[in-house]
Nanobody, 120 residues
Framework: QVRLVESGGGLVQAGGSLRLSCAAS????????MGWFRQAPGKEREFVAV????????GYADSVKGRFTISRDNAKNTIYLQMNNLKPEDTAAYYC????????WGSGNWGQGTQVTVSS
């Protein structure tokens, strides 16, 4: 089991930036694939970004590509999501997730979420 705690959400104006953090504990962090997801009111949870165990590979949803950057610090058991040029449609609860290479996100571990609100 992995415990995940997100932080860094808040209220920001359109065009602004936020940096989310997710601290992990309970399992060998460097062996985990880490991701960010988000869920807006009335919508399904959607994928935002993923980073492989050694940071060598990352992936992004088309809606955030070029604006968001996922990174990890294995020494601190933490991942980050740098969000630039935020838009009102980025408003959502953002969740950190962890899984192993042989599992899917549904059977992984999830944080409690942090709210991001972007005003126009």
């Amino acid at each position: 089991q992995v415990r995940l705690v997100e932080s860094g959400g808040g209220l920001v104006q359109a065009g602004g930036s936020l940096r989310l953090s997710c601290a992990a504990s309970g399992r060998t962090f460097s062996a985990l694939i880490m991701g960010w997801f988000r869920q807006a009111p009335g919508k399904e949870r959607e994928f935002v970004a993923v980073i492989r165990e050694t940071s060598s590979r990352t992936g992004y949803a088309d809606s955030v590509k070029g604006r968001f950057t996922i990174s990890r610090d294995n020494a601190k058991n933490t991942i980050y999501l740098q969000m630039n040029n935020l838009k009102p449609e980025d408003t959502a609860a953002y969740y950190c997730a962890a899984r192993t290479a042989v599992a899917d996100w549904g059977s992984g571990n999830w944080g409690q979420g942090t709210q991001v609100t972007v005003s126009s």
